[in-house]
């Protein structure tokens, strides 16, 4: 099993719309979750770090659920500008901090 | 949020090169780096943590001997890609591990994208 499964879409959603991911993780002993943006041939940034209390940033809400095993990403009325691909990373903290990160789910805005 | 470069942003070699990327967090001091490798379509694969003033460790089934990694100092690590072959072609990314808050933060460079003929 992944360490870190997401549904890689994409979801097509006209502008304005509101959209979620989800993203499981595999390891019940991980301790730091975060949500990356993946522009086509870019690197990764990052979006947002995932508290346990959730955490919320302008349009953007993401949420962990530690019984379930797995974080949200909701994107509330979408733009054409968060076309993208979003990885959800979790880091089970040993020695060096190490990230896992999901294959990404691709969201497509459309006018 | 804060910056990590690397160099170069590509290159296109022959087959039985080396090749060496280097990544330089500029704004902070980085004990940890860590090394991916992303194929089209894909997800980002650890490769390995490097580790300032130590050996890196590697992924399972990253051949060391193939993918040396240094850290030199607190700001830079380098990553050569020895007799590099077309299979190596693909997109390597850096991070740097930036400690905040109640978490660690891994900050990428913007990459560098390897052609093997």
């Known amino acids: 099993r992944k360490e870190v499964e997401q549904d890689p879409g994409p979801f097509n959603v006209p502008e304005g719309a509101t959209v979620a991911f989800n993203c499981t993780y595999s390891?019940?002993?991980?301790?730091?979750f975060f949500w990356y943006r993946q522009d086509c041939r870019k690197e990764p940034k990052l979006l947002m770090s995932?508290?346990?209390s959730g955490n919320e940033d302008g349009r953007f809400t993401a949420q962990l659920n530690r019984a379930s095993q797995y974080i949200s990403l909701l994107i509330r009325d979408s733009k054409l500008s968060d076309s993208a691909t979003y990885l959800c990373?979790?880091?089970?903290?040993?020695?060096?901090?190490?990230?896992?990160f999901g294959s990404g789910t691709k969201l497509n805005v459309k006018p | 949020g804060a910056v990590v470069s690397q160099h170069p942003s590509r290159v296109i070699c022959k087959s039985g090169t080396s090749v060496k990327i280097e990544c330089r967090s500029l704004?902070?001091?980085?004990?940890?780096m860590f090394w991916y490798r992303q194929f089209p379509k894909q997800s980002l694969m650890l490769m390995a943590t490097?580790?300032?003033?130590?050996?890196?460790?590697?992924e399972q089934g990253v051949e060391k001997d193939k993918f040396l990694i240094n850290h030199a100092s607190l700001t830079l690590s380098t990553l050569t890609v020895t007799s590099a072959h077309p299979e190596d072609s693909s997109f390597y990314i850096c991070?740097?591990?930036?400690?905040?808050?109640?978490?660690?933060?891994?900050?990428f460079g913007p990459g560098t994208r390897l052609l093997v003929l």
């Open positions: 995932v508290y346990s």
């Open positions: 990373a979790v880091n089970k903290e040993d020695n060096f901090n190490k990230f896992y």
């Open positions: 390891n019940s002993a991980s301790q730091s």
């Open positions: 991070s740097a591990s930036r400690p905040g808050g109640s978490q660690e933060t891994q900050y």
């Open positions: 490097s580790n300032e003033g130590s050996k890196a460790t590697y």
């Open positions: 704004d902070f001091q980085a004990t940890t």
